[in-house]
């Protein structure tokens, strides 16, 4: 299932920062992956949305609600780009990049 692999996926990061700080530290580190805690990581704003401002969010495409500019853009050509310039510092090389 999705949840397996995202707990999975935790979990081998969980443990190769392990390593890492037993290597600087020579300390060892537990690693607790939890299966719904790396479901939850998938949801991005969705809970604190709904819990903070009580938004239910709507399906979107594959729009990114709430981060602008990051989204499937049509060309003239008919085309399509994906533009991701949801940082600061991103940002300010996405709009030196367009010459603005």
């Known amino acids: 299932s999705l949840g ?30 939890a299966l719904y805690e790396s479901v939850f990581n998938l949801l991005e704003g969705v809970i604190p949305e709904f819990d903070g401002a009580g938004v239910i969010r709507e399906p979107a ?27 600061d510092s991103i940002f300010k090389r996405l709009m030196a990049a367009a010459g603005r």
């Open 61 to 87: 495409g594959s729009t990114v609600t709430g981060i602008v500019p990051t989204n499937t853009y049509r060309c003239a050509d008919r085309k399509f780009v994906v533009i991701g310039g949801n940082g």
């Open 4 to 33: 397996d692999t995202i707990a999975g996926l935790h979990a081998a990061l969980g443990i190769l920062l392990a390593l890492f700080e037993r290597q600087n530290s020579a300390r060892g580190q537990v690693v607790d992956i």
